[in-house]
């Protein structure tokens, strides 16, 4: 055989050699860099799931040590859910879950990795792989003023009631979140204040005021509405943290107004008055919800065809919260009770005529509805979030003068796209209405909302 012949054969096999290696190589490449990509996406997933599982367990404490030993052991518990031990060879593994505090907010860390062994690509000198992971969830801090319809039509419901009402409060950060409670029927009691300048609540007193609820009385709404405004804007506005939400529980349709009013005896005290299919009665305490009588001077009374004798009219303006002296004060006027359906955001008129029986109930129940809403819009203007709960079949169910549905105040309040087109505005902040058909789904619901707000406020 001629040499150079020998030697171009023996280049050629040197050749055929380089490329085998350079093909196991790209195998190996191949095979082996997609077993970790795939091991990498289901890594991210499970540290994505342990990261958001502990920001949900924050709250499962009463002090920080409580609550990161909770975050920690969900953020493993989830880990571990989402990632087999042996995931396609790897061996999956937490290396920490941090939480920090700072605030109002909550920062949660969370690192893993799955090395993995790797098969061709040891030709080229490789043994393993070792895909990382990382996420962060940051909760941020909360202001929420929850309000608890305790009238009279749900007094059947009231275990039911108390039950998820102390399950959702259950769901929030006892050291981080600020909470006010409060409940209504005719007039409005405030449970627990907001803190002004601390953070967290006092969970424990809380429930413990649940408990002691007693339901009777009207639906007195707007004084609900108007003391949770007031709750959340009394914390000074340099204090007052990025998430504000007002949750509002009920079952029916506004049926309370509250002002001074103008009386033929000297009545000095504002009250409410609660009307009930056209049956006027008050004036009642604006912050008790028994239905306690302002004084015998402020008592109304009607003649026989039911027309109030000593009520001459409607104040032109909600002024239930001014000093007597202040009550025409027109630097204080924020709502009109007297109205035009061109008034701005107001949809139904009002007069401030009582002469008859059928014109003060007209009034009167298109101003329960008047001012709920206007409140919760006013709330909105402030960039505070209205979430609404509705309970039983009554919301579907026209009431009132004008036979609405009490579930479309509760949609307008809420400032929700499936609302009454009349009130949503998308440029403000848009909440949630959740409907319970029955008691049974009073606790999924109270989660649904818990769950829209916490997602909010990351």
């Known amino acids: 055989m001629h040499p150079q012949l020998h030697r171009q054969r023996g280049a050629v096999a040197i050749m055929v050699a380089l490329a085998m290696l350079v093909l196991l190589a790209v195998v190996g490449l191949v095979i082996d860099a997609g077993l970790a990509y795939l091991v990498k996406a289901r890594l991210n997933a499970a540290v994505d799931s342990a990261a958001l599982a502990a920001a949900r367990a924050v709250p499962a404490g009463n ?16 880990f571990a859910a989402n990632i087999p031990t042996t995931y396609l060879l790897s061996r999956p593994k937490l290396l920490s879950t941090n ?38 969830t940051i909760r941020r801090d909360l202001d929420m003023a929850f309000v608890v319809d305790t009238s009279g039509s749900l007094n059947g419901n009231r275990t039911a009631v108390k039950a998820s009402a102390k399950t959702f409060l259950n769901k929030f950060n006892v050291t981080q979140d600020r909470v006010a409670l409060m409940h209504f029927a005719y007039g409005t009691e405030v449970d627990n204040p907001i803190y002004i300048s601390d953070r967290g609540f006092n969970r424990t007193s809380m429930l413990s005021k649940i408990d002691t609820y007693q339901f009777v009385g009207g639906t007195g709404s707007v004084e609900g509405m108007w003391n949770a405004r007031n709750q959340l804007n009394r914390i000074p506005l340099l204090n007052r943290s990025a998430m504000r939400v007002i949750v509002f529980f009920s079952d029916g349709a506004p049926t309370g107004i509250s002002s001074y009013f103008n009386m033929t005896t000297d009545c000095r005290e504002p009250g409410v008055i609660n009307s009930s299919d056209g049956d006027l009665s008050g004036l009642y305490e604006l912050d008790d919800t028994d239905g306690v009588r302002v004084s015998t001077k402020c008592t109304l009374t009607r003649n026989n065809s039911g027309v109030l004798t000593n009520l001459t009219k ?27 359906s061109s008034t701005p955001g107001f949809y139904r008129s009002v007069t401030s005529d009582l002469s008859t029986k059928a014109i003060a109930y007209r009034n009167i129940d298109r101003t329960a509805r008047n001012l709920a809403e206007a409140v919760a819009a006013k709330a909105r203007d402030e960039g505070i979030f209205v979430f609404t709960l509705g309970m039983g079949a009554a919301l579907k169910s026209g009431s009132g003068y004008d036979n609405e549905r009490g579930e479309d105040v509760l949609k307008c309040m809420a400032n929700v796209a499936d609302g009454p087109s009349r009130c949503y505005n998308p440029n403000k902040p848009v909440g949630m209405y959740c409907y319970a058909a029955t008691e049974a789904d009073l606790t999924p619901c109270f989660s649904r909302l818990a769950s829209a707000i916490l997602r909010i406020s990351k």
């Open 63 to 78: 002090n920080q040590t409580e609550q990161r030993a909770s975050a920690q052991t969900a953020a493993g518990d989830f």
């Open 314 to 340: 409607l104040p032109d303006w909600y002024n239930a919260h001014n000093t007597y002296e202040t009550r025409d004060d027109v630097s204080k006027r924020e709502f009109p009770i007297v109205t035009t």
């Open 99 to 136: 939480i920090e505090f700072n605030g109002g907010t909550v920062t949660i860390d969370v690192r893993a990795e799955a090395p993995m062994p790797v098969s061709i690509m040891q030709v080229l000198g490789f043994t393993a792989l070792n895909p990382v992971a990382y996420a962060q």
